[in-house]
């Protein structure tokens, strides 16, 4: 077997954690993302309070960008 022959694998499709029982509440991870390289990550059940954190972290002038993604 080359490596001709391996298969590839595609970029993973997005989940839909709306299906999914096994969770009582969804967690959100807000990302933040510093001028110096530096990463910090916090995880919130609410996703309004994740909104507004990633909002008050977005407002930082040492901040370049703050992401929200739910996580399960």
Request: no cysteine.
């Amino acid at each position: 077997m080359t490596k001709a022959d391996t298969k590839k694998t595609g970029i993973r499709g997005k989940t839909s954690f709306d299906k999914d029982r096994r969770r009582k509440h969804h967690h959100f991870l807000v990302s933040v993302f510093y001028a110096d390289g530096e990463k910090f990550g916090r995880v919130y059940t609410d996703k309004d309070k994740a909104t507004r954190f990633a909002e008050r972290q977005r407002r930082s002038p040492v901040v370049k960008s703050a992401r929200i993604t739910q996580v399960s």
